[in-house]
């Protein structure tokens, strides 16, 4: 399962693993069990790192996304957030992404509601190559 990489995709995941393992006490996360264990139509938070103009920062933003499968020890999700920026081409509520339980900060069960949002065709597919 390929990760999304911020030269090629435009985008990337920061890992909530390395961000907690830096200062534990002020950046939880929740337990392995939790962040493994997850079905589909659960939710799970990521942190989206987002290129924008060539010569601005990336921007970060948090944003929920609902498990539709697990995979190659990750997750493929729908995204359940349209995006805080001004110019997005790459990916917005519905695409699908892949994800590692590395890169989980929150988690909540899902319901029946996402559940059916889980198993609808992605507004934007992630290659499975």
Known sequence: MRIPDLDDDG???GSAAEYHALD???FEIPDEAA???LKPGDFAKLIFVIAVEEDEEPITD???VVVRE???GGYF???DNEPDIDENDEFWLGTEL???PEHVIEVE???AESSEYAARTPLRSWPRD
């Open 109 to 111: 069960k899902g319901n």
């Open 62 to 64: 948090r944003m929920w």
């Open 35 to 37: 962040r493994t264990g």
């Open 24 to 26: 534990s006490e002020t």
């Open 77 to 79: 999700g729908l995204l």
């Open 11 to 13: 985008w990337c995941l």
């Open 70 to 72: 697990a995979a190659d």
């Open 98 to 100: 892949p994800f590692g």
